[in-house]
């Protein structure tokens, strides 16, 4: 059956879902983690982007505080990535479009990017994502439930039945969640870990800071209120 997703607009909000081809666990260790987020953070560009080259420049930039070039220019991005959550099989996204086609250029960019380290690495062939899904964030309502939905995501790695059975030990959980360092959920919350990945400031003001962003994933997991049933945002 093909995949249905709506037309992308410039200034419009998507969850985007990720994932891999046949299910293979694309992270299969820390290092590919890393990799991961790295890779949407550099590949966030209308310029070609070499890996090696970028982290040859970002080491030099580490050794000499006068060099600026190439890993500080102003860079032309496809979409401003407000949340992410990586999971060793499939990786969420929620993206602003700035350019006209930018979330499938981005998507696509770092599609081959991640193929092509994994691919090296594990000694495979052939493309390491199926086709990309998409949700249009029409209202506030919805952005604060696929906050929600995107940073609750790794619940599953810890109580895998917890859509059958509840969430057994919300305690637990949140202390899981907070620790949790392949998604965006530590900034938000004031606990630095890859701050230059994502622009938190529209969500910060929406949920209500760091407070807020804490307070609205905890009463979720806790209570099961204050958000709507995030059904809908569900392509998996």
Not at 112 to 121: H, L, V
Not at 169 to 175: A, D, F, G, I
Request: aromatic share 14%; proline share 4%; hydrophobic share 35%.
């Amino acid at each position: 059956m093909p995949i249905k997703r709506p037309c992308f607009t410039n200034g419009e909000i998507y969850h985007i879902i990720i994932r891999a081809a046949g299910d293979t666990v694309i992270f299969k260790d820390e290092s590919d983690y890393y990799r991961g987020v790295y890779s949407i953070y550099e590949f966030n560009t209308t310029k070609p982007v070499v890996i090696r080259e970028r982290r040859r420049a970002r080491l030099k930039e580490k050794q000499d505080y006068s060099y600026r070039e190439p890993f500080s220019e102003t860079r032309d991005l496809f979409v401003e990535i407000l949340a992410f959550c990586f999971m060793p099989n499939h990786i969420h996204l929620l993206l602003k479009q700035l350019k006209d086609g930018g979330i499938s250029k981005f998507v696509k960019k770092v599609g081959t990017g991640e193929a092509g380290y994994f691919n090296k690495k594990y000694n495979r062939k052939g493309p390491l994502f199926a086709k990309f899904r998409a949700v249009h964030i029409k209202d506030d309502n919805q952005l604060n439930t696929v906050f929600v939905y995107i940073h609750s995501n790794p619940i599953s790695l810890l109580e895998p039945r917890w859509k059958e059975k509840g969430i057994q030990n919300p305690k637990k959980v949140m202390e899981f969640l907070k620790n949790y360092r392949w998604s965006s959920y530590q900034d938000y919350i004031g606990k630095k870990n890859f701050p230059s990945v994502t622009k938190r400031e529209f969500l910060l003001n929406i949920l209500g800071r760091e407070k807020g962003s804490s307070e609205i994933v905890k009463n979720w997991v806790e209570y099961k209120r204050g958000i709507r049933d995030y059904s809908e945002l569900s392509l998996e």
